[in-house]
């Protein structure tokens, strides 16, 4: 599961993921959106976050 397809899970916002995580709603959102790559604490923060349902290497996709 990529970042977006979390975001598009029932009760998940890139408000409450920025809240957890410790970064923006931007971080999140340009990130969903593959506009801009997390660095390597927030991926594993975003990674603990969404109960280990988006995984770093799923980032690699999201990549032109």
Request: with cysteine; hydrophobic share 30%.
């Given at each position: 599961?990529?970042l977006a397809e979390y975001l598009?899970?029932?009760?998940?916002?890139?408000?409450?993921?920025?809240?957890?995580?410790?970064?923006?709603?931007?971080?999140?959102?340009?990130?969903?959106?593959?506009?801009?790559?997390?660095?390597?604490?927030?991926?594993?923060r975003i990674y603990?976050?969404?109960?280990?349902?988006?995984?770093?290497?799923?980032?690699?996709?999201?990549?032109?």
């Open positions: 599961m990529n598009q899970t029932p009760g998940a916002t890139a408000t409450a993921l920025a809240a957890e995580v410790g970064c923006s709603v931007s971080t999140i959102t340009r990130a969903a959106k593959g506009e801009t790559l997390p660095n390597r604490r927030t991926m594993d603990k976050a969404t109960g280990r349902r988006v995984h770093p290497r799923s980032y690699l996709e999201t990549i032109p």
